[in-house]
C-alpha cells in the first residue's frame, strides 16, 4: 500500500509517516514549507517534496499509484480545497487524518495502544514511557510528537505488544481511540476554536477517559474533571514519597514522571523504586526545556499554564530569567490574554514576538506585543520586539552575562525556535 502524507512535517504525521514506513508500506508525501522536521523525514529514507500541487502529487502517483492520501488537520483547516484533497477525490483515492491511519496500523499489527493525553506535558511523558521501555529492554513501538536522542520520532517494532502514543486533543483526534492504558497529564483548557467552553473540553476528556480500558491520572485532575477512583481509574494523590524521590528539574515533569511510573509500574510488574532509577536518567525530548548553548534553552511553552511551569523549572537553575516569547497563534490569544497577568513575573526580562501564525480566524484583529503586554502585570519588565540581528546580539549578551535565556515558542517551521537554531549555526561557521 502506497500512503501518501499531506502535512508530513507536522508534529503528528512525522512520526507516523516514520511508523507506516518501518511497518513496511510505501510512504511519500508533501510540506507546504521545509523544516527541521523535513529535513529529518528525508534523512531517514522518506520521499517528500515541499509545496502542494496537484501537479507535484500527480507526478508521485504516476511513479506509484497512491492507495490512501493522509492529511493533517492544520492542512484542512487552512484549506478545505487544497490541491491534493481534489486530486484525490477526482482519482478515487481514499483520504483520511491520521487517526484513521494508525488505527488501521494498530489493528493490522495487534498492538494494544498506551496513550498519553493532556493540556501540557504530553511529548515529555510520552518521549519518558518510552524511554522506560527501551531502558527495560522491553520492545515498544511508538509515536513522539518532537525528536529524542535515543530513537527515532516514531518507530516500529515488529517484536512489541504495545504502542505508546502522544494522543491529542486537538480536532478531538483523541476520542477516535480505544486506549488499553490512558495516561493523564496536566488538564486545562485550550483549543478554544475546537471546544467553546470550557465544560466542552472537560467533556472531551471525560468521553475519552470512558473509551479507555484503565486510565492513571493526579487527584488534581480527577477533580478538575468531576470523576472518581473506579475499577478502570486509577486516581494518584498529588504528592507522596515516590513523587518527591524523583529528582528531576520542574514539578511538573516531576508529576508527569510520577503517573507514568505507577502505569509502566502496574503494567510490567517493576516497582516503582527501579522504575525511578530510570527514570532519573531520562535524557529529555527536543524543545522542552532543552539547551540549545550555554544558557540558552528553548521550550515549547505557550499556554499560561505551560509557561508557569517552564517559569518554576527556570528557576531551579538561576535568579536570572531572560524569556523570549512567541505566542502560538493569534485565535489563542483572544481567549488567553487574560491569563497572562504575573505569569513572567519573575523573569529579569521579556522580550515579546509577534504570534505565530497558523489556522487563523479572518474575522479576529491580530493582536500585537504591545497590545498583549498591557495584559501583564506593572511588575513585569516586557517590551516589544521582533526576531533580527539587534535581538540576537541581546539574548547574546543575556547569556554571556549569566542569565538564563528561555525562547519559548509552539510554532513549527520558521518559528522562533527554528530561527534561534540557525543564528547558533551561523554563529558556529
Sequence with gaps: MHIYFSGIGGAGLCPLALIAHQAGFTVSGSDAKQSQYTDYLQKNGIQLHIGQSADQIAAEHAKNPIDWVVFSSAVFITNPRNPEFIFAETNGIKTSKRDACLNMILGEKKLKLIAI????????????????????KIPISYSVGAKISFGPMGEYDPNSEYFVYECDEFDRNFLSFKPFIDIITVVDWDHHEIYPTRSEYKQAFKDFIAKSRQTYLFAKDAEYLSIGPSQSVSVLPNTDETLENIMLAGLQNRQNARVAIEAISRLTGKTCVDLIEIARKFPGSSRR???????????????PEEIRATMEMAQELSDKIVVVYEPLTDRRQHYMKNLYTNVFESAKKVYWLPSY?????????????????????????????????????????????????????????????????????????
Design 357 to 429: 501564525l497558523a489556522r487563523e480566524d479572518p474575522n479576529q484583529t491580530i493582536l500585537t506585543p504591545s497590545d498583549l503586554i498591557t495584559y501583564l502585570s506593572k511588575n513585569t519588565p516586557a517590551v516589544a520586539a521582533k526576531r533580527d540581528k539587534e535581538l540576537w546580539d541581546n539574548i547574546l549578551v543575556h547569556a554571556n552575562t549569566g542569565d538564563l535565556v528561555i525562547c519559548m515558542a509552539g510554532g513549527g517551521g520558521d518559528s522562533l525556535d527554528e530561527w534561534a537554531r540557525q543564528e547558533l549555526t551561523n554563529k558556529a561557521k
Design 289 to 303: 526545556f532543552e539547551r540549545l548553548a550555554n544558557n540558552i534553552y528553548t521550550d515549547y511553552a505557550h499556554t
Design 117 to 136: 493525553a493532556g493540556t501540557h506535558g504530553k511529548t515529555t511523558t510520552t518521549a519518558m514511557v518510552v524511554w522506560l521501555f527501551k531502558e527495560l
